[in-house]
């Protein structure tokens, strides 16, 4: 079976609420874990807010399009914005080892994402960017 | 989320419920700048309603243990779920916090 929502929200850290809530309806008719719903939550979380806080130095209103598709088991979640190119995987995985004192919290965010999924990826395409995450459900 | 806080004997205890995400992480952050300027160092984190945590929560987390380290001060966490203890372990944090069972274990191990 295959299913697929399409959305959109303003930068603004807000509304990722309006993110979450589309998504937990779209896998609420899924018959999924709750696991699969929390993790899916934190993507969600971690992709817009470094997309929103990193994407848009002009300041300006801009407008973030998600696409989930669901099919043969798997969800892939699609985040396309117009802002500045960025590749998320091109920021180095922290030091989980280091201690208190040590410890940075930078590039925390994508590394969660890394271990939550089972693929992500970037492409810089006609002025977008686009993140693509997947995982089996 | 919402934030409840109480005191038992000189802890203060702080009990998060819903998500600590981007937009609820510097309401929390603000509670513990609340708790230091009135020299309230001695802090447990009951986390038994909290859904789940994003990094900006991590953060604020790390900021707080960092700031209270340096106060010679104490912070516990306690009655984290499963998706919340995930995150720590994929983090790397749980070595970094006291972290126990429920309210009475912390109280009785870190705050006697």
Redesign the interface.
Known sequence: MKRNIKFSIKNH??E??IA?DTMEQFLSGLDTSL?HQ??F??VL??V??NIISYAFPDGEEHIIEISVNHENGHIELIFADDGTPFDPLGIED?D??????D?K?GG??V??VK??MDDISYERRDGKNYFIVKKKI | MEIKKNKEGNVQIIELHGRLDSNSSKDLDAVFNELYERSEIEILCDMKGLDYISSAGLRVLLMAVKTINKKKGKLALCNMNEFVQEVFEIAGFTPLFFIFQDRQEALDKVFK
């Not at chain 1, 989980?96 to 004192?101: D, L, R």
């Open positions: 850290i807000d990722i609420d979450t696991k929390v993790n939550n934190i979380d971690e817009l807010n922290p989980t080892e280091q201690s208190i004192e410890r919290i925390l965010g590394y969660l271990n939550l």
